[in-house]
């Protein structure tokens, strides 16, 4: 498989293959009990009056192949926003094909065309060939943070304080 590697910005009408790459990620992640985003729900947060996100398509010949979902957040220590890939997505098929890294490069020079100082990731502590392709890049794991998350009735709870 080789091609013209292209990046674009989704539409609306991608909806459908934006959910497709959200629930095949989900299983590579061994995570797909967890998706219950509709694509009503993602169209709003996507496409909506408040967009909360952006996604992009790697495509190759045209065709979608990889994707990456994005949104900025904002370090008060540099008091300039950054970048956050919430998603890197490549169809097993198209990797090795250097379609990440060009996700990835992708976001670096929109970051910096966007006056953002960072740009910042998780990844599961199991999947190594990730980290060792970020490792590549130049990418450094914060390990003197910890990632904390409300959700569900534990958020509701603190909402009713």
């Known amino acids: 498989m080789s091609g013209e590697i292209t990046i674009r910005p989704a539409t609306r009408s991608d909806?459908?293959?934006?959910l497709a790459f959200i629930r095949e990620l989900a299983v590579y992640e061994h995570l797909e009990h967890e998706v219950v985003a509709s694509e009503a729900e993602v169209g709003t947060a996507l496409f909506g009056p408040l967009p909360a996100a952006e996604v992009v398509f790697a495509c190759l010949d045209g065709t979608p192949v990889g994707f990456?979902?994005?949104f900025h957040n904002f370090s008060t220590?540099?008091?300039r926003p950054g970048i956050y890939l919430e998603d890197l997505y490549v169809l097993p098929e198209a990797r090795g094909l250097g379609i990440g890294k060009r996700?990835?490069?992708w976001l670096a020079r929109t970051a910096l065309e966007r006056g953002c100082a960072r740009l910042d990731w998780a990844v599961l502590d199991w999947n190594?060939?990730?980290i060792g392709f970020y490792r590549s890049l130049g990418a450094v794991a914060l390990d003197e943070w910890i990632t904390y998350r409300l959700a569900g009735e534990?958020?509701?709870r603190l909402a009713g304080s």
Not at 15 to 18: F, G, H, S, T
């Open 15 to 18: 909806l459908p293959r934006i």
């Open 68 to 70: 990456a979902l994005f």
């Open 77 to 79: 220590f540099l008091g």
């Open 103 to 105: 996700l990835l490069a």
């Open 128 to 130: 190594e060939p990730s």
């Open 154 to 156: 534990a958020l509701e």
